[in-house]
């Protein structure tokens, strides 16, 4: 018999339950509101930057704008920024995009926007990555460790001497706080990468470490 038959006959033979009406939806919920969530954010982050560029667009009866570049704008966006990545890797425009970088920095009231916004990026991505270095922190000097991220090795400009800057993120959140700690409160994580345990965090301590240990073997 053919194993789709063999398959086929052990789900006839398991009966509807009405008593396990819970139970299905639940199981249900579970299969479907991963995928539904994660397409819903795709759609929305593609419509989202396809909306910047007004490619495509018409006036509806209210005169309200609608943009319906159906991901031309989201392709020229990202086509553009991995264009401009390439190109900033050349020294011409490395030297250009070093003077607007100190232009931005020093412009009253921009600079604020500007720095911030740079540093919290460049904490992500870039050769000034801030989250790489994973600990286990004591943050209120009990027996109780959070999982955190060192940002600053050292808080002497704060007139702190022995301490370091920790950032916690929170789970379920992007959200997160810095705390500044004694070093001898704080204990390296050497076992896992900063990105097992930034998921691991941020998903309230659910992920299961061994599968993301083999999804990094294998990539």
């Not at 027996?143 to 600053?152: C, Q």
């Not at 993120?169 to 076992?191: D, E, F, L, W």
């Amino acid at each position: 018999m053919p194993a789709y038959c063999c398959i086929f006959t052990g789900i006839m033979k398991k009966r509807f339950s009405y008593k396990h009406l819970l139970q299905y939806f639940l199981q249900g919920l579970l299969i479907l509101a991963p995928i539904a969530i994660t397409g819903y954010a795709i759609y929305w982050i593609i419509t989202t930057i396809d909306s910047w560029l007004p490619i495509f667009s018409s006036v509806d009866e209210k005169g309200v704008r609608q943009v319906q570049n159906y991901g031309l704008g989201f392709v020229v966006v990202i086509v553009g920024l991995i264009l401009l990545g390439y190109f900033s890797s050349f020294f011409i425009t490395g030297r250009i995009l070093s003077v607007l970088d100190k232009f931005l920095q020093r412009t009253p009231g921009i600079k604020h926007i500007y720095s911030t916004t740079r540093d919290f990026f460049e904490a992500f991505a870039g050769d000034k990555k801030k989250f790489t270095q994973n600990v286990l922190a004591n943050v209120d000097d009990n027996d109780v460790w959070r999982l955190g991220f060192i940002t600053r090795d050292s808080m002497e400009d704060f007139g702190l001497k022995d301490y370091v800057a920790v950032y916690i993120p929170m789970a379920y959140s992007v959200a997160g706080n810095v705390y500044i700690i004694p070093k001898n409160r704080v204990r390296p994580i050497t076992h896992i990468s900063s990105t097992q345990t930034m998921k691991f965090a941020v998903s309230g301590g659910v992920t299961d470490l061994n599968d993301e240990q083999e999804k990094e073997v294998v990539l």
